[in-house]
C-alpha cells in the first residue's frame, strides 16, 4: 500500500505508506514516512536489506528511525544491513534486549542463519512518540507474544488512524505464546486494554498476513474478540 496525494478535501497529502513482506517467513515490513518532508520509519526490517532500501529509495524516504515490533529474528535480520546504508537509529523495547542477544540461536531453532545484528541505537520502554519529519508514531508497549513486544499509533485529524501490530494481534488471530518470554494471558490483557481502546476504524497493519481494523477485530476476532470464551 503507497498513499501520497492528498485525499478529497485535504491542504496536504497524508503519509507516504508501503507494506510488504520479507524474508522465509514473511515478515511484513513498512516504510512510513512525512510527505512534506520525506523523513520516515522503517517498521519491521526482517530481511531483504537490499529490497528495502531500493524501495525507500523509490519512494524518496530518507529513514530516520528502524523500530522493531519485537525482537524475533524473522522482524530483524534486515537492520545490520540498513543501518550499515542510512542515518537511522535502530530501536527495540528494552524487554526484548535478551531477545535481541540471541538471534542466532532462535534463527537456528528454525534451520536458518541470521548472521550478525547491529547494536540497538534505542531502548524503548513504552509511552515514547517517534517523530519522523512533522509527524509522529506513539509506542504502545503490549507484551505477550514477547515481554518487549509493540505496537506503533499514528493518529492525525482528517486521515484514518493506523497501528503497527507486530505480532500482537492479527486478522482473526493473534500471535502465537509458546516462544520464549510469551504470556497468553498477558497478551489478552494487551490487547483487550489497550489495543481494543484504540477508535474502531484504526487500520492494523500486522506483522504477517493482511490488514483489518479494530472494529473488525474487537466484534469478531475468535481469540480476543467481544464473543471469545
Same mark, same amino acid.
Given at each position: 500500500? !503507497? ?13 507516504? #505508506? ?21 523523513? +520516515? ?9 537490499? @529490497?528495502? $532500501? ?23 535480520? %534486515? *537492520? /545490520? ?21 540471541? #538471534?542466532?540461536? /532462535? ?5 536458518? !542463519? ?7 541505537? @534505542?531502548?524503548?520502554? %513504552?509511552?515514547?512518540? $517517534?517523530?519522523?519529519?512533522?509527524? *509522529?508514531? &506513539? ?9 518487549? *513486544? ?6 492525525? !485529524?482528517?486521515?484514518q488512524p493506523i497501528l503497527f501490530a507486530g ?5 482473526? *488471530?493473534?500471535? @502465537? ?5 510469551? !504470556? ?7 490487547? &483487550? ?13 500486522? %506483522? ?14 475468535? #481469540?480476543? +474478540?467481544?464473543?471469545?470464551?
Amino acid at each position: 500500500m !503507497s498513499v501520497v496525494a492528498p485525499g478529497p478535501g485535504e491542504a496536504t497529502p497524508r503519509l507516504i #505508506i508501503k507494506t510488504f513482506p520479507v524474508g522465509a517467513l514473511g515478515c511484513n515490513c513498512t516504510i512510513v514516512a512525512c510527505p512534506e518532508t520525506h523523513e +520516515g520509519i522503517v517498521v519491521d526490517p526482517g530481511d531483504e536489506a537490499p @529490497r528495502i $532500501l531500493r524501495e525507500l529509495q523509490a519512494l524518496g524516504v530518507n529513514a530516520v528511525t528502524l523500530v522493531h515490533t519485537h525482537a524475533h529474528f524473522d522482524h530483524v535480520m %534486515g *537492520s /545490520q544491513e540498513l543501518a550499515a546504508h542510512t542515518d537511522a537509529e535502530t530501536a527495540v523495547h528494552r524487554e526484548d534486549r535478551w531477545l535481541w542477544d540471541n #538471534i542466532e540461536m /532462535q534463527a537456528q531453532l528454525f534451520g536458518l !542463519s541470521a548472521g550478525p545484528t547491529v547494536k540497538p541505537a @534505542r531502548e524503548l520502554l %513504552g509511552g515514547e512518540t $517517534l517523530a519522523f519529519g512533522r509527524r *509522529s508514531a &506513539r509506542v504502545l508497549h503490549t507484551p505477550g507474544h514477547t515481554p518487549g *513486544s509493540l505496537c506503533l499509533f499514528i493518529e492525525r !485529524s482528517g486521515e484514518q488512524p493506523i497501528l503497527f501490530a507486530g505480532d500482537t494481534l492479527f486478522a482473526g *488471530s493473534v500471535g @502465537r505464546t509458546d516462544l520464549w518470554g510469551g !504470556s497468553f494471558e498477558q497478551l489478552a490483557r494487551s490487547i &483487550r486494554g489497550d489495543v481494543f481502546a484504540l477508535p474502531d476504524d484504526t487500520l492494523v497493519i500486522p %506483522g504477517h498476513g493482511p490488514e483489518t481494523t479494530i472494529l473488525a477485530e474487537r466484534e469478531h476476532n475468535p #481469540i480476543v +474478540g467481544k464473543f471469545a470464551r
